[in-house]
């Protein structure tokens, strides 16, 4: 099949990034990646082009860049973002980059539903458990947390990209009652009181913790679906996922496809999951229109979610593609895994055996490939260059 519409890749600082540019590349499409600095990948051989541009803090100055390139095209671009801040981005300028893109969105806003608090607002058409949540600024919270959430639970903002952006983290643990009163300080202070909420911490190993990406269609059909199922993450326990296996696991899907279709959602969903380790009840921790990390792992075994998202920006029949089956495929990002395993082997987390029979399994990289290795070689020497930054500024302070 001949593809006439090139891609346009927006972020490329991210294993979904890299995922994104192989699988297309290997379809032969041609690809153009743009971002605000130069990659730690550097550029895949799947690349025709890759562009610097300003900041997405400078939203006019970058939509005329973007709108002005869509325009040399002769058969509009498919445009994708492979990161999250890149998707936030896209999200909020649809109307303005249809005129020059393709995308399978149809309007501004489209995804703003599940990110951050807003996905309470789905609560209640399927029977769906998200954890429980106190907003900040709700009346007697010293009584109300420990009675009803109890500690440690999570402080959290319905704009986790700003809340990241001022405090470095995602969220804040709350160990006690004095470090609640701290943080409660702390939000007033900085004007966060009514954009944040607390939320009750699930409990339970990282075998208890899931992934589920699945893809919708028109009309919010499911088209395809792959869960997965975390051995490692870093940093632990509130870190990304370092390494995880696919696995089957239907309860996800009874659980996601109600509460999604009723949303009348298109295209692409990345969720969390998490099963209480008392009540054995599996919770929704977030579900965000982005590609997965683990995306190269959903290609290799057939989920090929860029492909699929292409098409469907195109208007084209999207193939039903649902691994109801383990396939005893693991995923890793290497560089995260190496830390995580130093740190639960020191903690006595875990031991050498249960590690190395881990490892048997057939892997997917995060960064590497045998048919496209500069990414790979470019980003050892990237962290090699780090790493000996770092050794030097330690040696310096001596």
């Given at each position: 099949?001949?593809?006439?519409?090139?891609?346009?890749?927006?972020?490329?600082?991210?294993?979904?990034?890299?995922?994104?540019?192989?699988?297309?590349?290997?379809?032969?499409?041609?690809?153009?990646?743009?971002?605000?600095?130069?990659?730690?990948?550097?550029?895949?051989?799947?690349?025709?082009?890759?562009?610097?541009?300003?900041?997405?803090?400078?939203?006019?100055?970058?939509?005329?860049?973007?709108?002005?390139?869509?325009?040399?095209?002769?058969?509009?671009?498919?445009?994708?973002?492979?990161?999250?801040?890149?998707?936030?981005?896209?999200?909020?300028?649809?109307n303005?980059?249809?005129?020059?893109?393709?995308?399978?969105?149809?309007?501004?806003?489209?995804?703003?539903l599940?990110f951050?608090?807003?996905?309470?607002?789905?609560?209640?058409?399927?029977?769906?458990?998200?954890?429980?949540?106190?907003?900040?600024?709700?009346?007697?919270?010293?009584?109300?947390?420990?009675?009803l959430?109890?500690?440690?639970?999570?402080?959290?903002?319905e704009?986790?990209?700003?809340?990241?952006?001022?405090?470095?983290?995602?969220?804040?643990?709350?160990?006690?009652?004095?470090?609640?009163?701290?943080?409660?300080?702390?939000?007033?202070?900085?004007?966060?009181?009514?954009?944040?909420?607390?939320?009750?911490?699930?409990?339970?190993?990282?075998?208890?913790?899931?992934?589920?990406?699945?893809?919708?269609?028109?009309?919010?059909?499911?088209?395809?679906?792959?869960?997965?199922?975390?051995?490692?993450?870093?940093?632990?326990?509130?870190g990304?996922i370092s390494?995880?296996?696919?696995?089957?696991i239907?309860?996800?899907?009874?659980?996601?496809?109600?509460?999604?279709?009723?949303?009348?959602?298109?295209?692409?969903?990345?969720?969390?999951?998490?099963?209480?380790?008392?009540?054995?009840?599996?919770?929704?921790?977030?579900?965000?229109?982005?590609?997965?990390?683990?995306?190269?792992?959903?290609?290799?075994?057939?989920?090929?979610?860029?492909y699929?998202?292409?098409?469907?920006?195109?208007?084209?029949?999207?193939?039903?593609?649902?691994?109801d089956?383990?396939?005893?495929?693991?995923?890793?990002?290497?560089?995260?895994?190496l830390s995580a395993?130093?740190?639960?082997?020191?903690?006595?987390?875990?031991?050498?055996?249960?590690?190395?029979?881990?490892?048997?399994?057939?892997?997917?990289?995060?960064?590497?490939?045998?048919?496209?290795?500069?990414?790979?070689?470019?980003?050892?020497?990237?962290m090699?260059?780090?790493?000996?930054s770092?050794?030097?500024?330690?040696?310096?302070?001596?």
């Open positions: 099949m001949e593809f006439k519409h090139p891609a346009v890749v927006l972020g490329t600082d991210s294993p979904s990034s890299l995922a994104i540019i192989r699988n297309l590349g290997r379809r032969k499409i041609d690809i153009t990646t743009i971002d605000s600095a130069p990659s730690p990948y550097g550029i895949s051989k799947y690349c025709r082009e890759a562009m610097i541009v300003p900041s997405v803090n400078e939203e006019e100055h970058l939509l005329k860049i973007l709108s002005d390139y869509g325009k040399n095209f002769g058969e509009k671009p498919v445009l994708f973002a492979a990161t999250e801040e890149w998707r936030r981005f896209l999200d909020r300028h649809l303005e980059l249809k005129n020059y893109y393709l995308f399978p969105m149809a309007e501004n806003g489209a995804s703003t599940f951050g608090k807003n996905l309470r607002a789905l609560e209640d058409t399927a029977p769906t458990l998200i954890p429980e949540r106190i907003d900040l600024n709700g009346d007697d919270l010293l009584r109300q947390v420990p009675l959430l109890g500690y440690p639970c999570l402080l959290k903002c704009d986790t990209e700003d809340f990241r952006e001022k405090f470095g983290e995602n969220f804040l643990l709350i160990k006690n009652e004095s470090d609640l009163l701290d943080k409660l300080h702390a939000m007033e202070h900085h004007g966060y009181t009514s954009r944040c909420f607390i939320e009750t911490l699930v409990r339970g190993p990282e075998g208890h913790e899931y992934s589920a990406t699945f893809y919708y269609g028109k009309n919010s059909g499911l088209k395809g679906c792959l869960t997965s199922e975390t051995i490692r993450k870093y940093p632990h326990p509130f990304k390494y995880s296996k696919q696995k089957w239907p309860e996800l899907v009874d659980l996601a496809d109600p509460l999604f279709k009723e949303s009348g959602f298109r295209g692409l969903l990345e969720t969390k999951w998490k099963r209480d380790e008392f009540s054995r009840k599996v919770y929704l921790l977030s579900a965000e229109p982005i590609f997965s990390e683990s995306t190269e792992m959903h290609c290799h075994l057939g989920f090929e979610t860029p699929i998202y292409y098409l469907d920006a195109l208007g084209e029949d999207i193939p039903e593609t649902f691994l089956h383990d396939t005893h495929c693991h995923w890793k990002n290497k560089e995260r895994d395993i130093y740190h639960y082997v020191k903690n006595d987390q875990m031991n050498f055996v249960k590690i190395i029979s881990d490892y048997k399994f057939r892997k997917t990289n995060s960064t590497w490939a045998w048919d496209d290795m500069a990414p790979g070689l470019n980003y050892f020497g990237h090699a260059e780090r790493g000996v770092a050794l030097w500024k330690k040696i310096r302070k001596r």
